[in-house]
């Protein structure tokens, strides 16, 4: 592995400089780059092998993302357009298998490692961009998010892209990293609306960072941030149009409601970001975050920038878990500095042999992950059974949805609506009986619409009947209760792999009345 460069300080960052070569000639090195390359080839290959054999169905958020590029849209219930429009663009290519949807996961996690490596490079050495970047690629949360479909996954790339742009132009403001901040800023807003976490994050670097602030007297940032706001608009203005109802299911998600406290759902989030980034980069970070704190005068310039884009996200997160909760992924954009800064600072140290540890643990988790998901419905872990089986029997129960379709076609009274009464059960039945001719409904309590399905395709008074329920509650009167012919059948065990099955209860429903 070479022994640790020398670093000098380059445009207020700390570089690796050759002896006796220029400064202004350090270019990334082609021998790391080329073995980078290559190595990505691999990964690549390995996790479209791995995407290839998953054995788990697409989960409630996936094939909702799937039913939205059915009908692209400027914005949606719960999220900003971007996922859509990707996986329109990739099933128009390969189909809609549940391999060619996740594709884009797999892609664009790539694309961000390069990036990764590109900011490293930018900001430290060649090696240390090699190591920053493979890093990104093997970090466990990337090795599980590659095999998903989710909003984190363009985040993620433009955050990475953002940070590359912006530490351009603290060192040189240029056009080029202008207009690619902004694209940045537009495309990771339209992605998720946390892009909004860079602005946090700049703002805490321009604090700590006083030397920097004279960028802020300049026209890059601030024509960045209004290109950035411009390509978000078309979003805004479709929430503005739609009772701003992303925006209302954002502020719903974060449940602040009073001000509650627990401390508990806080060290949950701590605790996980330790499987998130792994044990090793997550303590390190841990002991960097501390160090600074006790000693910011000897910070240097890229260790400062990268902590500001990475702590204060961290920080934000607890602060939600203890108002009320916060998933894992919540802080991901904060593990594109955090990577960079934890094996920059390990290289310098010369802690190789935790570096070493760090790859060798997360290759193998990547490696037992694969064959988990490869593997998913035959799995029984003691203790918790099978790890998969939330993410199975949506196969299942589409086919008994066809079953009682059938059945009723038989008996001579063919179902005319398939009404659901929750979003998992939608989700489902949009991605995976989408093959049936007759409307799948939701239904929705009171004026306000709870879900992407009751937003848009609501059961109303005129929906074709009789209607076959599909609930996993038993007969759920809050529904019945309008129908003056209800015939219940018995509840369905739908098999979720071999260790697992899901209750669902299927009712006929017919003459609908406004109770």
Not at 236 to 252: C, D, I, R, S
Not at 415 to 438: F, W
Not at 462 to 490: C, E, I, Y
Request: some cysteine.
């Amino acid at each position: 592995m070479g022994v640790e460069p020398e670093y000098v300080s380059v445009g207020g960052a700390a570089r690796a400089v050759p002896d006796g070569m220029p400064q202004d000639t350090v270019r990334p090195g082609t021998r790391y780059f080329a073995r980078f390359l290559g190595l990505l080839v691999l990964i690549a290959a390995f996790r479209l092998v791995a995407l290839a054999l998953n054995g788990t169905d697409l989960y409630m958020d996936e094939a909702q993302y799937w039913a939205w590029s059915r009908e692209l849209a400027l914005g949606y219930f719960s999220k900003p357009p971007l996922i859509a429009w990707i996986i329109h663009g990739t099933t128009a290519l390969c189909g809609d298998g549940e391999a060619c949807i996740r594709l884009p996961s797999v892609v664009l996690h790539l694309v961000t490692a390069a990036l990764t490596y590109a900011i490293a490079a930018r900001l430290y050495s060649d090696d240390v961009a090699f190591w920053a970047g493979l890093g990104y690629a093997l970090l466990p949360a990337v090795s599980l998010s590659s095999g998903i479909i989710s909003t984190d996954v363009p985040l993620l790339a433009a955050w990475a892209l953002a940070l590359l742009a912006f530490a351009g132009l603290m060192a040189s403001p240029s056009p080029r990293d202008t207009v690619l901040l902004a694209l940045a800023l537009g495309l990771g807003l339209n992605a998720k609306y946390a892009m909004a976490y860079f602005i946090v994050c700049a703002a805490v670097y321009f604090i700590v960072a006083p030397e920097r602030r004279a960028r802020l007297r300049e026209p890059h940032l601030w024509l960045a941030l209004a290109g950035g706001l411009a390509l978000i608009a078309p979003n805004l203005l479709w929430n503005a149009t739609h009772g701003f109802v992303t925006f209302a299911h954002t502020a719903a998600n974060a449940g602040w409601q009073g001000v509650p406290f627990h401390p508990a759902k806080a060290a949950e989030f701590l605790l996980a970001q330790f499987g998130v980034l792994g044990p090793i980069l997550f303590g390190a970070l841990l002991i960097i975050a501390w160090r600074a704190l006790k000693r910011p005068a000897g910070l240097a310039p890229a260790d400062k920038l990268l902590l500001a884009f990475s702590v204060p996200i961290l920080v934000l997160v607890t602060a939600q878990g203890l108002i009320s909760r916060a998933h894992a992924n919540w802080a991901a954009p904060a593990y594109v500095a955090a990577i960079v800064l934890v094996t920059a600072v390990m290289i310098r140290d010369r802690a190789w042999a935790w570096l070493r540890a760090t790859f060798a643990v997360h290759a193998a988790a990547a490696v037992l992950l694969a064959l988990a998901t490869w593997q998913a419905g035959r799995l029984a872990l003691p203790g918790i059974g099978d790890p998969f089986a939330r993410t199975l029997g949506n196969r299942a129960l589409a086919e008994a949805v066809k079953g009682e379709l059938a059945e009723a076609t038989r008996k001579g009274e063919p179902v005319r609506s398939v009404l659901t009464d929750n979003r998992e059960t939608a989700a489902a039945l949009a991605y995976y009986v989408r093959d049936i001719n007759v409307p799948i409904l939701s239904w929705r309590e009171g004026l306000a619409p709870r879900s992407y399905f009751e937003m848009t395709h609501p059961f109303t008074a005129s929906a074709p009947s009789p209607v076959l329920l599909v609930s996993a509650r038993p007969v759920p009167s809050s529904v019945t209760r309008h129908f003056d012919a209800v015939t219940s059948a018995r509840p369905r065990a739908i098999p979720a792999g071999d260790h697992a099955t899901r209750t669902v209860h299927f009712s006929l429903l017919a003459r609908y009345q406004e109770r």
